[in-house]
């Protein structure tokens, strides 16, 4: 089946400017989570969603960055006012429930590079 | 807290031979995850592989094996028989239930599989 799509692929913005980035995760899971991937930071968690909960917000750097997840889908990253520091290239993943399994394998999307001039 | 490390930031393999990949990690809950990432130059994560602290034997996935020493906290990857198309940064990531559902990562190793 269909993996994790996101959307653009590739954003070019300029500083200051509002981006949002798209995420369709696996039909089917429940969870869905977002990263962040930079040359200085490595890969840090920002946000994750599981099914109605509320979403555990704890990884996001700034109260520019905000996620929403609509109808238990699709998922919707964006950051207001974006600085050169978000330079980065964005990934969410899927996940069949997140609930207390170690085993749920997460499966992620080919990411959204955000590139802020 | 958990930290994840990877203490080859670059490697090189020849192709056909076997190759491994360290990862120590560090967590204070009994019960967690270990788990593998391939990151090819195209950008993607793709899992390989899966060992749960409670699993009494090491995971294998076809060409990749996991040497889990749970004592040393170490869960260190092993590609046989390597091949060009193996060459990517890979990422040991866990996840311990008591800091939340999110995968913490190391810092990668880029593997390069000569000729």
């Known amino acids: 089946g269909a993996g994790v799509s996101q959307s653009p692929s590739n954003k070019v913005t300029e500083k200051g400017k509002d981006v949002e980035l798209r995420c369709d995760p696996i039909?089917?899971?429940?969870?869905l989570y977002w990263y962040r991937q930079s040359l200085g930071q490595g890969l840090e968690f920002l946000i994750y969603f599981q099914g109605n909960s509320a979403p555990d917000k704890s990884g996001l750097p700034s109260d520019r960055f905000s996620a929403e997840r609509t109808g238990g889908s699709v998922s919707t990253l964006t950051i207001q006012r974006t600085q050169q520091e978000d330079s980065a290239v964005y990934l969410c993943?899927?996940?069949?429930?997140?609930?207390?399994?170690?085993?749920?394998?997460?499966?992620f999307g080919p990411g959204t590079r955000l590139t802020v001039l | 807290a958990q930290k994840i490390t990877q203490t080859q930031p670059g490697m090189f393999v020849q192709e056909k031979e076997a190759v491994t990949l360290d990862c120590t990690y560090d967590?204070?809950?009994?019960?967690?995850?270990l788990f593998w990432y391939k990151q090819p130059s195209s950008g993607e994560m793709i899992f390989l592989i899966y060992q749960g602290s409670y699993d009494q034997q090491n995971a294998t996935e076809g060409r990749y094996s996991l040497n889990f020493q749970k004592a040393r906290k170490s869960a260190n990857l092993v590609i046989s028989a390597s091949q060009l198309g193996d060459s990517a940064m890979y990422f040991c990531?866990?996840?311990?239930?008591?800091?939340?559902?999110?995968?913490?990562f190391g810092g990668g190793t880029r593997l390069m599989v000569k000729p």
């Open positions: 990531a866990m996840r311990d239930l008591n800091a939340g559902n999110m995968l913490t």
């Open positions: 039909s089917g899971h429940t969870a």
């Open positions: 993943a899927s996940s069949l429930s997140g609930a207390s399994l170690s085993t749920d394998t997460q499966y």
């Open positions: 967590t204070s809950d009994p019960s967690y995850g």
